[in-house]
């Protein structure tokens, strides 16, 4: 993972750009499009086609996707691979508040005022579909059923928002851990990506970020939870000993 200083590097790049494609649809081999915006969408219905309304390109670890204060002109659907949303300060603080991962929708942050509040970058190799927002408009206008995914999409993005949120003000360090550690394999399990051990792609000062705690706090969460039994760890790999117990963990004590 990027050091520090690797970190502040990716932040004065220059975003992906993304190649205008005149191949076949590209969502009709794509592994995620059961989770993605065109879920229930039947993409032929589409003012344009496919290969204009929805772009398919690669990125590589560390690549900026977005930046605070971009023109909102894209969204972003992810086909594979993972990306770290994070909200930048002038001072040169930075906060993760967001994992992506196969099926999710990023960029959504910009739907507001036409411009991008928040910074994406590449945790990993993978492959991106950008979708151009002026033309997902426009669909919208055409296609009652484009609108009503775009509502539910919103609201998952802002219920996802509001448990993280409770599980930073309420838990205790090892709890937010342990609810994090969940609702990854959760979602590994909603992709039929689910394992007994996971392969966590962020490094720890990126998750001790997005919990809000330090690092030496994460640490002694993780040998916490590993000498209760709940879970062992081998460096990025995480096996779930005792998912009962540590599901236990988050239950309200007497």
Same mark, same amino acid.
């Given at each position: 993972m990027h050091t520090s200083l690797n970190i502040d590097r990716a932040h004065q790049g220059a975003r992906i750009n993304i190649p205008t494609y005149h191949s076949s649809n590209p969502c009709v081999s794509c592994l995620s499009?059961?989770?993605?915006?065109?879920?229930?969408?039947?993409i032929n219905k589409l003012i344009n086609?496919?290969?204009?309304?929805?772009?398919?390109?690669?990125?590589?670890?560390?690549?900026?996707?977005?930046?605070?204060?971009?023109?909102?002109?894209?969204l972003y659907n992810v086909r594979d691979g993972y990306v770290k949303i994070e909200h930048s300060q002038p001072i040169g603080q930075h906060h993760i508040n967001q994992f992506g991962m196969a099926g999710?929708?990023?960029?959504?942050?910009?739907?507001?005022?036409?411009?991008?509040?928040?910074?994406?970058?590449?945790l990993s190799?993978?492959?991106?579909?950008?979708?151009?927002?002026?033309?997902?408009h426009t669909a919208m206008k055409l296609d009652p059923a484009v609108t009503m995914i775009i509502e539910?999409?919103?609201?998952?993005?802002?219920?996802?928002?509001?448990? =993280?949120?409770?599980?930073l003000?309420? =838990?205790?360090?090892?709890?937010?851990?342990?609810?994090?550690?969940?609702?990854?394999?959760?979602?590994?399990?909603?992709?039929?990506?689910?394992?007994?051990?996971?392969?966590?792609?962020?490094?720890r000062e990126e998750l001790?970020?997005?919990?809000?705690?330090?690092?030496?706090?994460?640490?002694?969460s993780f040998t916490f939870l590993e000498n209760k039994g709940y879970i062992a760890v081998k460096n990025k790999e995480?096996?779930?000993t005792d998912l009962d117990q540590l599901e236990a963990l988050l239950e309200p004590s007497d």
């Amino acid at each position: 993972m990027h050091t520090s200083l690797n970190i502040d590097r990716a932040h004065q790049g220059a975003r992906i750009n993304i190649p205008t494609y005149h191949s076949s649809n590209p969502c009709v081999s794509c592994l995620s499009k059961a989770y993605c915006l065109h879920k229930s969408i039947d993409i032929n219905k589409l003012i344009n086609p496919a290969n204009h309304y929805v772009q398919k390109f690669k990125i590589k670890k560390g690549d900026p996707i977005f930046h605070n204060g971009d023109d909102h002109k894209h969204l972003y659907n992810v086909r594979d691979g993972y990306v770290k949303i994070e909200h930048s300060q002038p001072i040169g603080q930075h906060h993760i508040n967001q994992f992506g991962m196969a099926g999710d929708l990023l960029g959504l942050d910009g739907w507001a005022d036409g411009k991008h509040r928040y910074d994406a970058y590449a945790l990993s190799d993978g492959e991106l579909c950008s979708i151009n927002v002026k033309q997902l408009h426009t669909a919208m206008k055409l296609d009652p059923a484009v609108t009503m995914i775009i509502e539910q999409l919103m609201s998952y993005a802002l219920n996802c928002t509001q448990d =993280h949120i409770f599980s930073l003000s309420t =838990h205790s360090a090892e709890q937010k851990l342990a609810y994090f550690l969940i609702e990854y394999r959760n979602r590994l399990d909603h992709l039929d990506l689910r394992n007994t051990t996971i392969r966590l792609p962020m490094s720890r000062e990126e998750l001790r970020s997005y919990l809000g705690m330090t690092l030496e706090t994460l640490s002694r969460s993780f040998t916490f939870l590993e000498n209760k039994g709940y879970i062992a760890v081998k460096n990025k790999e995480v096996s779930f000993t005792d998912l009962d117990q540590l599901e236990a963990l988050l239950e309200p004590s007497d």
